[in-house]
């Protein structure tokens, strides 16, 4: 496996998921402090299971922690690491030294654009258990996951590691080309080796568990000869460009024509040299036209040639060394074993008795090798059962194999065995020749019983039994007891080294000891079978490759354990027996008196009913339809490494303890425990925040101050220039004709100057693009169609990933202003599948409408900031103000602590003191003072007090309201809908006021005061981390020439934003606090005479959208 | 016949999602319904309302959070004041006013969303047209 | 801007006779209430400085409509009409840019109500003591009363009051007025808006519903009614023959015949003399003479009254602002410095302007008086003498 290198992180660590972990990692990096997040959970997202069962649990909950959510995800501070686990927990300097390995991420989350494109794609997207899915509902990424586990069983037994798993997944869904064009990318002989490879994939297959392996090799048969018959010349793509280096082939076999074709297809010149008139090796000269078709044989041949592949035929090479002086900068011996091994005994000099391999040979390029009645095959491997079912086609009335092994032990396949003795042959086992006898010609073979002896260095040897002596009448003898390399017979044996068998010599590069020399295939593993010698030739290529270039071997073949996350799901135990076809063939007494192919081959219904039998064991086949889908996007790589990662943490928050390497972390200072989720939901949250607050202290040198950026109000007066922008979401949107003419019908409409389709918003590419077009055609107005509904900074339970980061993008990456952009949510009213184009065209141009009349309605949206500084002022003592004052002044902040004894609610008096402040460096106490008055507001509040007899007067920049008798002097707790907003954002500290923080009661119930003391800190910590307070963008703005001073948008608003300040002529005027102001609008529906109005929803605007919708079409009317 | 015209005004927080929701699953809404979106309920005014009906709404609905729910408070409250006194205008002027109705909803409610739609668009279907002509028309006469 | 049209409306109006002598500006209320408004400079770029069209627009639009300019103008400029008919010609021209109070919730109602199928509910006020024809020469014209008194509500305005309580003066007088049940909207607030258009079309139809309904006689309560079915009505429809009779008047004209008296009311009130129905009607004695006829009743008249009175700071639901709740407090704290106890006026516009300048959270306490409309002060008390 290999892996990056190990990053380095400084932040508290957060280890765990789910609704608790998600209220520590918003408190902390709101407060400005790093995190680094690690969950084993596949998304970080995701929350425990169960959850659901929680009793007080709201219908629509997911949806409320939406805003939360997206604060958290898409935060500078924040690492996520999901997917990941610690290793260990070191101590370091500064507190811990967390090693730990994430998994690899085969989709990128900051890429991925929820399309779904790929999902479509996905061959396997419609199984039991589809690879790529979305994750859970109340996830609000759409952003995808890919479940790859261990590579499959099939594929990690091919030599050339095929991807048999993407095939047959490919072939199950009808989806032939593809699955053929997996097979070709591993192996460009599939016509050749489905017919007679040895498919040790099947061997492995896990369904013969079950039933019987999937017949992996009759399928990629189906797929060339489907192939075949639709008349298609299957062809390689050329080598996209040329490199220097022309490299000699030698032997045309499966190993040379498979290191020819991948020396090739890197962009290498390859000549291959062959001594034999055509080209193949041992598949033409060896195989047998009835196993394998001489047209395959062409076909695939032919297709290597085209892709650029020169075979010189009739050439046999007697010198490397001479190829290298010619120019070739490397040679790759691949002669195979083209001589016959020989028997040894009396009378071997017979006429009538033949080598097997120069018989095949004689027979399948010269048509000259005859046979006689009565013929015997001495051996009993593939090339005997060749040889064997050939002489019975050439004519022999009897053919008989002799084999010293017993029927258990043949070295043929088992299927050439039956298929030869169906044939005919007879067989006589457990024997072996020992003379040949005859006058002039071969007359009989003397045989004894004989049989293998095994020696203890490995070898073996044959054990005749003298005295078991038979012989068989004959007047043909083929000895097919194996072959050698022939590298004497040519000379090269002069250059190269040899070892036993006259095989090359060569090292695990496939290097002989001559530089720039190479060998591969049977002539240097000695006889193999057709795929190892692809596997090898394609091996060798890669050391050529690396020898020539330096490189990295291109080509992969992976194991169990390269890729993937886990191991194979378990076999459905409803799962359906179901046997493997046989595939038909020619009747035996009619196949045997020709030489045309014995096998028929699946039909297409066959195969796709054979490949639905996978198991899929990986989840992923890795077929890479999906890459291809998100080509543009670029979010998926299959390819993937696990992450290693190193976090110094000064503190740890585990909210998950289960996740945890070790428990006995959980005993040590500074680890901090977020409740488990069981009874209540806020239980979980406050116990998050107290974990937060108290991580703080820990880790406030890691603090970091944001100061937002502060806006100029644009000058929207200039020419209204509209640049319409359709973000296609990767072509899943609608059909490209249909958005070409909701393009078209846009670029009509009044005021448009340009307009054009993106391949995404949410793309960084996709911002890119606009912000380019913006600068080229001088656009002053944006109206983006994309999934994006506002250009506003704030998320919403509708706001999602896809719709953030379009923002961040467009807005912080590039900087172009909010003000001028309209963002419109096409997506999801468009998304139907069945909808015609003329569907679409109408919906998009009835949703768009509103879109360009806003266009010209523009208003700026300003960001401006107010500057805040660190004085706290808690008032009221108890453990809760102790432990949250002690918590501030150790987190740096200046605290004045105020015990006021008139409280009956003081906690101060029920209980002895527990949290002992007298340690904290900037902690002001003040006994005994009464509280007057609290006003003001967040970074200028004013406290009133009478302190033995004398009135006092402190400033604040953030108020904590502790005990219950100074709310009233703070808060009108029945202004409006006050009650309601304690209900949402789990805001049990949070009053509608900006600033001031107050403890609801029902928090004391709920975890020990020291820790509420610590979450209240946290909070208080959160809104003091940026040194200067945000406005709201949507704030509305006052026209002191008409407001009246009502005071009913003061009525209304329960967040303390507006109120009334002398103005014009000793009247009053309303004024927004706009850093206090949330944004809802609702004073400006409320002002009797239209003096408040908002930038982004105004009176204008709204009374333009409803006069617009009731018009029907009147903006596109109005096209010039 | 020409078709009704339909407005919906749509409150930013569940309703809203209710919409998204509703668009992404393929649901369809009813074709005469135009919407436009607010901040929250509370955002708009009784004029907005009567100008609605002024420019030849047949129906308008306002989708709005429940009470409980207002992100900011007073919204759905506000809401209901305005439709209260809106009606009156309407029940003055002899609309119709059950062609002003405000319909509250949670955010994973996007079917009972899409249904309440639909009844609202048969309702004023059958109601037939608004006897409040808007201007165009009445030039037209 | 329709050079032509322009130059035909100040000749129609004599504003060629401007001397600008500024006592117009001087006067204006908007000016005195801080506002940088000048009639005479508006005059000066309609005669001369047309390009300058920003500050004729917002002239234009920004303008009370009070009259107390013309009331001042030594050379009889109809400066009122100037403003009309250049609202008429910008919005026409332009669209309605007059920014609207009640984001023109009330324009958009009155608009409405010019669908000739209209079937209105406009009667549910008309409660059983009081007594109403079927059919009869004479009517009731309640205006927009009914719809005031919703929309209003939550000022305490009760507008409806002052349509239940003429229609008792009448029966009083043995009057039983025709109620029409589709009367529109008299189009006042439109007019003043700029929508002509619309305002004839309401002028049409009011026409055609008393043709049918047989009306010869149609009584108001509400000065600005008076004013457009009185004067523009006949404008639009020269062969208009509707006699239109101010309840005022007509209540005058018959405490002067005798027989009919007041039951004694012991307070002190003041009397905002609404603009329409003083500079525009030229009504200013009827209230004066009326309300001297309450024995124990004491009129104290403010600072500014009669032909100078101030106006209640906003007309035709146009342009309120700060400056008008400025006139609205000054007009009040007027009231205040008479000592009365009572603000009586005549015109349900001033009664809601002035009222909702009382709902002021910063000063509350220093300019809220009762206030009551003349009609209905006068209905609770006469009685038959003899």
Request: hydrophobic share 40%; proline share 5%.
């Amino acid at each position: 496996m290999n892996t990056r290198e190990r990053d380095s992180i400084e932040a508290v660590l957060l280890v765990g998921s789910g609704y608790g972990a998600l209220k520590v990692a918003e408190d902390l990096v709101q407060s400005g402090i790093p995190v680094a997040w690690v969950t084993a959970r596949p998304h970080y997202l995701e929350l425990p299971l169960g959850a659901e069962a929680l009793a007080d649990w709201p219908a629509d909950l997911d949806y409320q922690f939406r805003p939360l959510y997206l604060r958290v995800t898409r935060h500078p501070l924040l690492t996520a690491l999901p997917q990941a686990r610690i290793l260990s927990a070191g101590n370091g300097t500064n507190g811990f030294v967390v090693e730990g390995e994430q998994d690899p991420r085969y989709i990128d989350y900051d890429l991925c654009t929820g399309c779904g494109k790929c999902t479509e794609l996905c061959p396997l997207n419609d199984s039991e258990r589809p690879p790529i899915t979305r994750r859970p509902a109340q996830c609000p990424t759409r952003a995808l996951v890919l479940d790859k586990r261990a590579t499959g069983a099939c594929r990690v037994a091919c030599p050339l590691g095929v991807n048999a798993q993407a095939y047959l997944a490919l072939t199950a869904a009808g989806r032939f080309d593809e699955a053929l064009a997996v097979v070709r990318d591993a192996n460009p002989l599939p016509g050749i080796c489905g017919r007679v490879c040895h498919h040790p994939c099947e061997t492995e297959c896990r369904r013969a568990e079950v039933d019987e392996a999937v017949a992996i090799r009759d399928i990629k048969r189906f797929l060339a000869d489907f192939e075949a018959h639709a008349g298609v010349v299957p062809s390689f793509m050329p080598p996209a460009q040329r490199r220097t280096g022309r490299v000699a082939v030698i032997g045309s076999g499966p190993a040379g024509l498979t290191a020819a074709h991948y020396l090739n297809r890197q962009g290498f010149q390859v000549t291959v040299f062959e001594s034999l008139p055509q080209a193949g090796g041992m598949l033409r000269a060896g195989i047998n036209s009835f196993r394998l078709p001489r047209r395959v044989l062409d076909i695939e041949i032919r297709a290597i040639e085209n892709a650029g592949v020169t075979i010189q035929t009739g050439t046999t090479v007697t010198s490397v060394q001479a190829l290298l002086a010619e120019g070739f900068s490397a040679v790759l011996l691949a002669a195979g074993t083209q001589a016959d091994l020989q028997l040894g005994i009396p009378g071997e000099d017979l006429p009538g008795i033949n080598a097997c391999v120069s018989f095949l040979r004689a027979v399948n390029l010269y048509g000259t090798a005859a046979v006689g009645a009565k013929t015997v095959v001495i051996g009993a491997g593939n090339s005997a059962m060749d040889a064997a079912r050939t002489a019975l086609r050439l004519g022999a009335a009897s053919v008989t194999v002799v084999g010293i092994e017993q029927e258990s032990q043949l070295p043929a396949h088992p299927r050439e065995v039956r298929e030869a003795r169906e044939e005919g042959v007879a067989f006589v086992l457990g024997a072996a020749p020992v003379a040949f006898e005859g006058t002039s010609a071969l007359e009989r073979v003397v045989c004894c019983k004989a049989r293998w002896q095994p020696h203890p260095d490995g070898s073996q040897e044959i054990v005749h039994d003298r005295e078991d002596t038979f012989s068989l009448d004959a007047d043909c003898v083929i000895v097919a007891i194996g072959q050698r390399a022939q590298l004497k017979e040519c000379g090269l044996d002069q250059e190269i080294e040899t070892g036993p068998g006259g095989r090359a010599l060569i090292d695990t590069c496939y290097a002989t000891p001559v530089a720039g020399v190479f060998a591969a295939g049977d002539v240097a593993s000695g006889p193999s079978t057709v795929v190892e010698a692809m596997a090898a030739g394609r091996a060798a290529a890669g050391s050529i490759i690396e020898y020539l270039t330096g490189e990295v071997c291109p080509f992969d073949t992976p194991t169990r354990e390269t890729r993937g996350v886990g191991d194979y799901p378990d076999i459905p135990e409803s799962l359906l027996r179901r046997r493997r076809p046989d595939a038909p063939q020619r009747l035996p007494r009619v196949r045997c008196r020709d030489f045309d192919e014995v096998d028929m081959g699946l039909g297409a219904d066959e195969a796709v009913a054979e490949a639905r039998r996978c198991l899929q064991c990986s989840v992923c086949c890795e077929c890479r339809a999906c890459e291809a889908a998100c080509e543009q996007i670029g979010a998926i790589n299959h390819f993937s490494s696990a992450r290693q990662f190193t976090i110094a943490a000064p503190a740890i928050i585990v909210a998950d303890a289960l996740e945890l390497p070790d428990a006995g972390l959980l005993d040590r200072d500074q680890v901090f425990r977020v409740a488990d989720l069981k009874h209540d939901l806020t239980d979980v949250m406050l116990s998050g925040s107290a974990a937060a607050g108290r991580a703080m202290v820990a880790a406030a040198k890691l603090r970091r101050a944001a100061v937002p950026r502060e806006t100029d109000v644009e000058d929207l007066s200039d020419e209204v220039r509209i640049g319409f922008f359709l973000c296609t979401c990767n072509d899943t949107l609608a059909s490209r004709s249909a958005l070409e003419r909701v393009r078209d019908l846009a670029g009509h409409v009044r005021g448009v100057v340009h307009s054009q389709l993106l391949m995404s918003a949410c793309h960084p590419a996709g911002a890119d693009l606009i912000a380019e077009a913006v600068g080229r055609h001088t656009i002053t107005r944006v109206v983006l169609a994309s999934c994006v509904c506002c250009p506003l900074e704030f998320q919403c339970i509708s706001c999602n990933d896809q719709r953030t980061r379009a923002r961040l993008h467009l807005f912080e990456r590039l900087g172009l202003p909010r003000s001028r952009f309209e963002t419109i949510n096409l997506r999801d009213s468009l998304l139907a599948e069945r909808l015609s184009d003329d569907e679409v065209v109408d919906k998009a141009r009835d949703l768009l409408r509103a879109s360009f009349v806003r266009a010209r309605y523009m208003a700026p949206l300003t960001q401006g900031r107010t500057e805040i500084g660190k004085q706290v002022i808690v008032l009221g003592g108890g453990d809760i103000g102790r432990s949250c004052a002690l918590n501030l002044d150790l987190q740096g902040f200046s605290v004045r602590l105020v015990h006021n004894p008139q409280l009956t609610t003081d906690p101060l008096r029920r209980q002895p003191h527990q949290v002992d402040t007298s340690a904290g460096n900037n902690i002001t106490h003040v006994e005994s003072a009464i509280i007057r008055d609290i006003r003001g507001q967040m970074g200028d509040f004013t406290i009133h007090a009478r302190q033995d007899g004398a009135a006092r007067r402190w400033r604040a920049d953030i108020v904590c309201l502790v005990d219950e008798a100074v709310l009233p002097l703070a808060l009108n707790e029945d202004a409006p809908g006050l009650k309601k907003l304690y209900r949402y954002d789990f805001a049990f500290f949070h009053t509608p006021q900006a600033g001031m923080f107050r403890v609801l009661p029902r928090t004391l119930e709920r975890v020990q005061e020291f820790e509420a003391g610590a979450a209240l800190a946290a909070q208080v910590a959160r809104s003091a981390a940026e040194a200067f307070l945000k406005d709201h963008l949507l704030s509305p703005r006052v026209d002191p020439e008409r407001c009246r001073g009502c005071g009913r948008c003061v009525d209304i608003c329960p967040f303390n934003a507006i109120q009334l300040v002398p103005g014009l002529d000793g009247l009053y005027t309303a004024e927004v606090a706009r850093h206090n102001c949330v944004g809802c609008g609702g004073c400006v529906g409320r002002c009797p005479v239209t003096a408040l109005d908002m930038p982004y929803f105004s009176n204008q605007l709204l009374e333009a959208l409803v006069a617009d919708a009731m018009a029907g079409g009147k903006t596109y009317n109005e096209a010039s | 016949m020409k078709r009704p015209n339909l407005l919906g005004i749509c409150c930013n927080w569940s309703p809203w999602t209710c919409l998204n929701a509703a668009g992404r699953t393929n649901l369809e809404l009813p074709p005469d319904l135009r919407i436009i979106r607010v901040m929250c309920i509370g955002r708009i005014n009784q004029a907005l309302i009567l100008k609605a009906f002024e420019y030849g709404a047949d129906g308008v609905i306002l989708l709005e959070c429940r009470d409980e729910d207002c992100r900011y408070g007073p919204g759905p409250e506000v809401g209901h004041a305005n439709v209260t006194l809106v009606r009156s205008l309407l029940d003055l002027l002899g609309i119709d006013q059950q062609r002003l109705v405000e319909r509250s909803f949670e955010a994973h409610e996007k079917d009972r969303m899409v249904t309440e739609l639909w009844n609202f668009a048969e309702r004023i279907e059958a109601m037939g047209a608004n006897p409040a002509k808007p201007r165009q028309e009445r030039e037209a006469v | 801007m329709d050079s032509a049209r322009i130059t035909k409306i100040i000749r129609d109006n004599a504003l060629y006779q401007c001397l600008e002598c500024g006592k117009c500006s001087a006067a204006c209320p908007r000016m005195l209430a801080g506002k940088q408004y000048s009639p005479r400079l508006l005059a000066q770029k309609l005669i001369s400085e047309r390009d300058d069209e920003a500050f004729i627009e917002s002239s234009v639009w920004e303008c009370l409509t009070c009259s107390l300019c013309q009331e001042r103008c030594p050379s009889g400029v109809d400066i009122s009409r100037v403003i009309l008919e250049m609202r008429s010609l910008l919005a026409a021209e332009k669209g309605l840019k007059g920014y609207r109070a009640h984001d023109g919730a009330l324009h958009s109602w009155m608009r409405m109500m010019t669908s000739p199928e209209l079937k209105q509910n406009r009667l549910g006020w008309v409660s059983a003591d009081l007594k109403t024809a079927e059919t009869g020469k004479v009517a009731f014209f309640s205006g927009c009363a009914p719809y005031f008194d919703v929309f209003f509500a939550h000022l305490g305005v009760d507008t409806l009051a002052i349509a239940r309580d003429s229609v008792r003066l009448l029966n009083f007088l043995d009057i039983e007025p025709v109620l029409l049940k589709n009367e529109r909207c008299c189009g006042h607030d439109l007019l003043w808006a700029g929508d002509r258009e619309n305002f004839e079309t309401l002028c049409r139809l009011n026409y055609e519903e008393f043709k049918k309904a047989g009306i010869e006689e149609i009584i108001v309560s509400c000065p600005e009614c008076y004013s457009m079915l009185g004067t523009h009505m006949p404008e639009v429809i020269p062969e208009c023959d509707i006699k239109v009779t101010l309840l005022l008047d007509l209540l005058q004209k018959e405490v002067r015949k005798g027989g009919k008296a007041f039951k004694p009311f012991e307070t002190t009130v003041t009397y905002q003399d609404p603009c329409r129905l003083g500079r525009v009607s030229g009504c200013y004695e009827a209230p004066r003479y009326l309300l001297g006829q309450i024995p124990g009743l004491v009129l104290r008249e403010m600072e500014n009254s009669g032909r100078g009175a101030i106006c209640c700071g906003n007309s035709g639901f146009i342009n309120c602002d700060a400056y008008s709740k400025n006139i609205q407090v000054q007009r009040l704290q007027e009231v205040s410095a008479t000592g009365a106890q009572l603000l009586v006026t005549a015109c349900p516009k001033c009664m809601i302007h002035l009222s909702c300048a009382m709902r002021d959270p910063a000063r509350n306490e220093k300019v809220s008086v009762p206030i009551r409309d003349l009609t209905s002060l006068l209905a609770q008390g006469i009685e038959w003498t003899g």
